[in-house]
């Protein structure tokens, strides 16, 4: 008999946890409609971002979009925005860069309390003179963040893909 009550109790306890646990938690959820000005203003600190730093190698612009403790994580690697500059003078000093072209292929946008998060495909087109020399794509991830100084880019994920990966 007690064995019968002892597992009914356990029962009627697993079943409370399920339902619990299924519950929709809107008390906390911080996802909010996102204007279409958000969803443009998220595109393009990406664009932006590709465009005059990766591509344009300008490190005088990470302000522009990056919030002062900005970090990537890309393929194991964490790079704050003095890892940044060093890459781009790096890279100019060594000479000759390629053209960089990026298109970018949004994913998904959405914001959560203040912060917009942004998922997408980075694809670039490397040239130099008038001939191709790669292409590479990576699927991203970013943060985008309001500040006094308008909306800024507070960190990002980034992991390559290899060329005739499945998608």
Same mark, same amino acid.
């Given at each position: ?41 998220? /595109? @393009? ?6 465009? *005059? ?5 300008? +490190?005088?612009?990470?302000? %522009? #979009? ?34 960089? /072209? @990026? ?6 946008? *959405? ?5 917009? +998060?942004?998922?997408?495909? %980075? #694809? ?32 990002m994920h980034s992991t390559f893909i290899p060329q005739g990966t499945p998608q």
């Amino acid at each position: 008999m007690r064995f019968l009550f002892q597992s009914k109790l356990i029962l009627l306890f697993s079943i409370g946890l399920f339902f619990l646990a299924c519950q929709n938690d809107t008390g906390n959820s911080a996802t909010v409609k996102i204007t279409a000005a958000e969803t443009d203003i998220a /595109k @393009n600190l990406i664009q932006g971002s590709f465009d *005059e730093l990766w591509a344009g190698l300008d +490190s005088t612009k990470i302000e %522009n #979009y990056h919030t002062d403790d900005f970090y990537i994580l890309e393929n194991g690697a964490y790079w704050t925005n003095q890892e940044i500059r060093d890459f781009m003078k790096a890279a100019i000093k060594a000479g000759d860069p390629p053209t960089r /072209k @990026n298109r970018m292929e949004y994913i998904h946008i *959405e914001k959560q309390g203040t912060a917009i +998060s942004i998922a997408y495909n %980075n #694809y670039g087109t490397f040239f130099r003179q008038d001939s191709l020399i790669g292409q590479a794509q990576w699927l991203e991830s970013a943060l985008a963040i309001p500040t006094t100084e308008g909306w800024r880019l507070r960190m990002m994920h980034s992991t390559f893909i290899p060329q005739g990966t499945p998608q």
